[in-house]
T-cell receptor, first 116, second 117 residues
């Protein structure tokens, strides 16, 4: 079990640039989540995938944000025309999808984005 | 909408002592789950303990236990025999139960726990 991985771990960009983050879930997990965590706050839900289908998007996910999960494997989160307010830790989580109470979300280490 | 409140931004405990972290939540649902997650500095978040709302018995995992008061909508975490490795940010989280839910988590703001040697 290699766990959830995210790349890059850190990203510094200038305002107005586009950035893309990648998440590789645990291999047999078909549910995938993106969360955003700003300083002093808990993670906030952004979007959810069941296999390759994006089934829910938070109102936090503005038009500048897009997420994909081609073939139901890895996922990417792209932010276009970054703003300073986008600076945050972006967390990815995955779960097996059985619906059982023990169906836990496993988190990756996150990508810390700093927009200058 | 569900909300989770952690009223203690920071807590400290002496090594080997016991500490309790508080969490309250608000929901109109009857079927839900509550969690405590631990986020060590610069490391990924891991699940500490889970409580199903339909279970009256409080969950226990080794040195970690919860006090689940459903009527009061309170869900506190007790850490016994605290160890230096327990130092971390602790998040209380809520999840709806079954019935078409995507099982997204709603988190509190967290409590930063310091363990003093």
């Amino acid at each position: 079990d290699t766990g959830v991985s995210q790349d890059p771990r850190h990203k510094i960009t200038k305002r107005g640039q586009n950035v893309t983050f990648r998440c590789d879930p645990i291999s047999e997990h078909n549910r995938l989540y993106w969360y955003r965590q700003t300083l002093g706050q808990g993670p906030e839900f952004l979007t959810y995938f069941q296999n390759e289908a994006q089934l829910e998007k938070s109102r936090l996910l503005s038009d500048r944000f897009s997420a994909e999960r081609p073939k139901g494997s890895f996922s990417t989160l792209e932010i276009q025309r970054t703003e300073q307010g986008d600076s945050a830790m972006y967390l990815c989580a995955s779960r097996l999808g059985t619906g059982a109470p023990t169906d836990t979300q496993y988190f990756g280490p996150g990508t810390r984005l700093t927009v200058l | 909408a569900q909300t989770v409140t952690q009223s203690q931004p920071e807590m400290s405990v002496q090594e080997a002592e016991t500490v309790t972290l508080s969490c309250t939540y608000d929901t109109s649902e009857s079927d839900y789950y509550l969690f405590w997650y631990k986020q060590p500095p610069s490391r990924q978040m891991i699940l500490v303990i889970r409580q199903e709302a339909y279970k009256q018995q409080n969950a226990t995992e080794n040195r970690f236990s919860v006090n689940f008061q459903k009527a009061a909508k309170s869900f506190s975490l007790k850490i016994s025999d605290s160890q230096l490795g327990d130092a971390a940010m602790y998040f209380c989280a809520y999840r709806r139960g079954s019935g078409g839910s995507n099982y997204k988590l709603t988190f509190g703001k967290g409590t930063l726990l310091t363990v003093n040697p």
